[in-house]
């Protein structure tokens, strides 16, 4: 078991004929990721990697079971085709895309919500459930099967600490990067309950930063709801305010977005907070024990 | 990225926001010129990127005959570490009342929040802190709009006074002008009510989204690379995401994620950070050698610490770009690297032998580099 997406999720690429789609759906696919379709318009008709390529999404989805869409389509059109794979009826849109318009996020953001449909990102590496499917951009090699769930708004660091998870006998199920930017369409408020609900996640590790109060809000529901530990982490604690630190969303806004406010909010719904990753396997296995 | 006040309120002008008379001088003749056409009292403000004019007395009222001398006063006066090198020249307001009309985009509600208080011509952040409940704020729908209906409700709870029409038509342009230029905040503040009971927007701020400026090719011109740091100048040209700070390590790592870690261990270990690298995924070595020789450029920087967990970027590529910096005589201080993840091993080897230290642990390679540039502060 796992959250989202497993070894029979079906996947369509958008952008599949373009250098980061086809080498990242080449990194999935030997994975073991079921890639079915691929998505580029004017480019329909193709085929890349054994995959046939279609010019748009609905035509796709007339001629494929999809499950799942990754978008690997450049900022100034990544909005667009992650609308339009909502529209065709893809009930899981991953935007891997980094730098899109905040404004065409929270117009996009909103009519996917509305339609229904999960989106995960944009600027995020997506997600992927251990030794079955990856559908995202991380080193699959790091990933093992096991007990923990991760949900973080980085990348790096999260292959890291699956790494140190992996590493340590602890094992990951489902790993849900959400993004760097300020805009997202799942935020961990949103995945806690999934793995709340998921047999196969004993603990859930979850990787904060500054900027904004997403932690906030998931420190409040863990405090109501949640019956498996959780571990936090915050990373960018010693940022400066009001610089952006890479994410386009890590950034700190007068008294909002700060590390004092989030680790006081984890304190609050006794979630520990881990200040270095080899601290994140200490104190899930402590968690757990 | 952020706009002078005098480029905010061009922007504001052409969405049909009104705003007083006003040009921009950069000496203090052109300020009395401008002053003199005018005819009547001036405002003469700085034009820097940082809050606190006023206060810090970057603004001032003056007769046209007096502008000249009071221009030269702040022209060149030192901000919060900005010179001020250009100041607008405003035609006085009369004002009877001062309000705040402001938007942002709000992470929590994923929408683009108005906010519109009595409580003007103050700091605002201030009245969020002491007086919430003057801060009426409205959430809108991204598919809507914000309707003039919907600004005269919030006009009316935030309890403003005066032409109920004209001031939620100023609001509703200035919605207009947020979206139509990808802003990521604007503000009129002080919104000022005249004694003649017009509307008229006595000062704004308008911060852009990088992120959209492709689509502004008018606005992304009014960048000012001379206001930034010429590393952080340096470093865009790369494609780097890079910010400068204060301290004396150096950092580059891959993942903004990742960098951001490395400056808590850093700082965790009683150091102080020079800068924030990311080099980015996938990069290769040439992309870390210019990393490194920038990072090395830097006075400030007495050690550099090179974090790196391999995914899609490969450590040996890493391992590459800095041995080339190194053997190209570009480094004058302690390296310090801890590398792991995709082509660990292939990284290691290439490292052997080479004047770096290599640590396993990301926090004992902060304790050491914070060691080799003089202990913790």
């Given at each position: 078991m796992s959250i989202l997406v497993n070894k029979d999720t079906r996947v369509l690429v958008q952008g599949l004929t373009g250098r980061e789609g086809r080498f990242h759906a080449e990194q999935m696919i030997k994975y073991g990721t079921k890639i079915v379709a691929g998505v580029t318009p004017g480019k329909g008709g193709q085929e890349v990697l054994g995959v046939p390529v279609y010019d748009t999404v609905s035509e796709a989805v007339a001629n494929h079971q999809i499950d799942a869409s990754i978008v690997f389509v450049p900022a100034a059109a990544a909005a667009?085709?992650?609308?339009?794979?909502?529209?065709?009826?893809?009930?899981?849109?991953?935007?891997?895309?980094?730098?899109?318009?905040?404004?065409?996020?929270?117009?996009?953001?909103?009519?996917?919500?509305?339609?229904?449909?999960?989106?995960?990102?944009?600027?995020?590496?997506?997600?992927?459930?251990?030794?079955?499917?990856?559908?995202?951009?991380?080193?699959?090699?790091?990933?093992?099967?096991?007990?923990?769930?991760?949900?973080?708004?980085?990348?790096?660091?999260?292959?890291?600490?699956?790494?140190?998870?992996?590493?340590?006998?602890?094992?990951?199920?489902?790993?849900?990067?959400?993004?760097?930017?300020?805009?997202?369409?799942?935020?961990?408020?949103?995945?806690?309950?999934?793995?709340?609900e998921d047999p196969e996640t004993e603990a859930v590790v979850v990787i904060g930063e500054i900027g904004g109060s997403d932690e906030e809000e998931a420190a409040a529901w863990v405090k109501e709801h949640m019956k498996k530990p959780v571990v936090g982490f915050i990373g960018g604690r010693s940022a400066p305010k009001g610089k952006r630190m890479g994410h386009a969303g890590a950034i700190i806004m007068g008294d909002v977005g700060t590390p004092e406010s989030k680790l006081k909010a984890f304190a609050e719904a006794g979630i520990p907070v881990a200040d270095t990753i080899d601290e994140i396997v200490e104190l899930v296995k402590k968690a757990l024990s | 990225m952020k706009l002078h006040e005098f480029q905010a309120k061009e922007i504001l002008a052409k969405y049909g926001v009104p705003v007083p008379p006003g040009k921009v001088a950069y000496t203090p003749e052109e300020a009395e010129r401008i002053a003199k056409d005018y005819g009547k009292l001036v405002v003469i403000k700085a034009q820097v990127h940082v809050g606190g004019r006023g206060k810090a007395g970057g603004v001032k009222l003056a007769k046209p005959e007096e502008s000249r001398e009071v221009a030269g006063k702040i022209l060149g006066m030192d901000i919060k570490g900005l010179t001020v090198k250009k100041v607008l020249v405003a035609e006085a307001v009369d004002i009877a009342k001062e309000y705040y009309a402001g938007l942002i985009i709000d992470r929590s509600s994923q929408r683009v929040v108005l906010m519109v208080s009595k409580e003007g011509g103050v700091d605002i952040e201030e009245v969020a802190r002491t007086n919430p409940k003057a801060i009426v704020k409205y959430a809108i729908d991204p598919h809507k709009g914000l309707r003039p209906f919907e600004a005269r409700e919030v006009v009316k709870k935030a309890g403003l006074e005066g032409n109920l029409n004209r001031l939620a038509s100023a609001i509703v342009k200035l919605y207009n002008a947020f979206v139509g230029s990808d802003a990521s905040l604007a503000e009129i503040n002080p919104l000022v009510v005249t004694e003649q009971g017009e509307i008229i927007a006595a000062d704004a701020k308008i911060d852009l989204d990088d992120n959209a400026l492709f689509r502004h090719p008018d606005l992304a011109k009014l960048r000012e690379v001379e206001a930034e740091h010429p590393l952080e100048i340096e470093a865009s040209n790369y494609g780097f995401a890079y910010v400068k700070l204060d301290g004396d390590v150096g950092i580059i790592g891959n993942g903004a994620g990742l960098v951001m870690y490395t400056l808590d261990l850093v700082n965790r270990a009683g150091g102080k950070p020079a800068n924030f690298l990311d080099i980015g995924g996938g990069a290769k070595a040439d992309v870390v050698y210019n990393a490194v020789k920038l990072v090395a450029k830097d006075p400030d920087v007495k050690g550099i610490f090179i974090n790196i967990f391999g995914g899609i970027t490969r450590a040996d590529e890493v391992a590459k770009g800095v041995i080339k910096a190194l053997e190209e005589g570009l480094v004058k201080v302690p390296v310090v690297m801890r590398v792991a993840g995709t082509a660990e091993e292939e990284a290691k080897k290439l490292l052997e032998g080479k004047p770096i230290y290599l640590y396993p642990n990301s926090l004992e390679a902060a304790k050491a580099i914070v060691t080799m540039v003089g202990g913790a502060k």
């Open positions: 667009d085709a992650a609308l339009e794979a909502a529209h065709a009826g893809v009930p899981l849109v991953v935007l891997i895309t980094e730098g899109i318009p905040t404004l065409d996020m929270v117009a996009a953001v909103k009519e996917i919500k509305d339609l229904g449909v999960r989106l995960i990102g944009g600027n995020c590496p997506g997600l992927i459930s251990a030794e079955e499917t990856k559908i995202g951009i991380m080193p699959g090699h790091v990933f093992k099967k096991g007990r923990v769930g991760l949900i973080s708004r980085s990348g790096t660091l999260t292959y890291e600490a699956a790494a140190a998870l992996s590493n340590s006998g602890l094992g990951n199920t489902t790993t849900v990067g959400i993004g760097g930017d300020p805009i997202i369409g799942t935020t961990f408020k949103d995945l806690l309950p999934l793995f709340n | -």
